[in-house]
Structures are given as C-alpha cells and as structure tokens.
Nanobody, 125 residues
Framework: QVQLVESGGGLVQAGGSLRLSCAAS????????MGWFRQAPGKEREFVAA????????YYKDSVKGRFTVSRDNAKKTVYLQMSSLKPEDTAVYFC??????????????????WGQGTQVTVSS
C-alpha cells in the first residue's frame, strides 16, 4: 500500500516562496509519474504540475508556469514543488498523487491512484 505525506505548506506573503515535499512509502515510487493538485475552498480540485518517472517529462498548469518547479528524487522517494512569486489565488490545499502512468504526463485526477492528505498553502495579499 502506497502512502504519501506532504509537508512544507504554510502562510506566506504575496511574492514569497514555499517548497512542498511529498514523501512516499510502500509501492514502487520510481516507476510511476507523480503529480501535484490543489483545491481552493468552494472549487474543484485542479491539476498543478506533474513529472514522469524519470523526470524527463514535466507539465504545468498555465497559470503556474515560470513560477513553480516540480522535481523528484527517486532515491529518497520524494517529489517536490518549489513555488515562487506566490499570489493570493495560489491559496489552496495542495495534494501530491502517484499516477498509474509512467512517461506520458497525465493531468486527469482519475489517472492517479494514491493521494496524500494535503497541505495548506495560504498566500496573503
């Protein structure tokens, strides 16, 4: 059974930075793609970023391109989301998820089998 635990969320002023981490246990982390999603109050969960098993393919939501960077360390079974130039509209609970895909990045939540519990990111204006 795969377990994912996010950390690194918090309160930050607009323009600031945060680095989210997602540590995996169980399963085979290195052979599957990983994704980050977020959900703001009253809104549906939305895709943010994803990275293939090797890190060779990466995809971002348009609104975070140039500000967020996703990376992974397969030896540590951890995926990261570096967030910079944060905006109040980035406020949400951020979730990491393990996909059932490997190289071809998929943004659909249904393509992810395991989810973390989420970490709150709040950006004040």
């Amino acid at each position: 059974q795969v377990q994912l635990v996010e950390s690194g969320g918090g309160l930050v002023q607009a323009g600031g930075s945060l680095r989210l981490s997602c540590a995996a246990s169980g399963g085979t982390f290195s052979i599957y793609g990983m994704g980050w999603f977020r959900q703001a109050p009253g809104k549906e969960r939305e895709f943010v970023a994803a990275i293939s098993q090797s890190g060779g393919s990466i995809y971002y939501k348009d609104s975070v391109k140039g500000r967020f960077t996703v990376s992974r360390d397969n030896a540590k079974k951890t995926v990261y989301l570096q967030m910079s130039s944060l905006k109040p509209e980035d406020t949400a609970v951020y979730f990491c998820a393990q996909g059932n895909w490997r190289q071809v990045v998929t943004t659909t939540p249904a393509a992810y089998d395991y989810w973390g519990q989420g970490t709150q990111v709040t950006v004040s204006s």
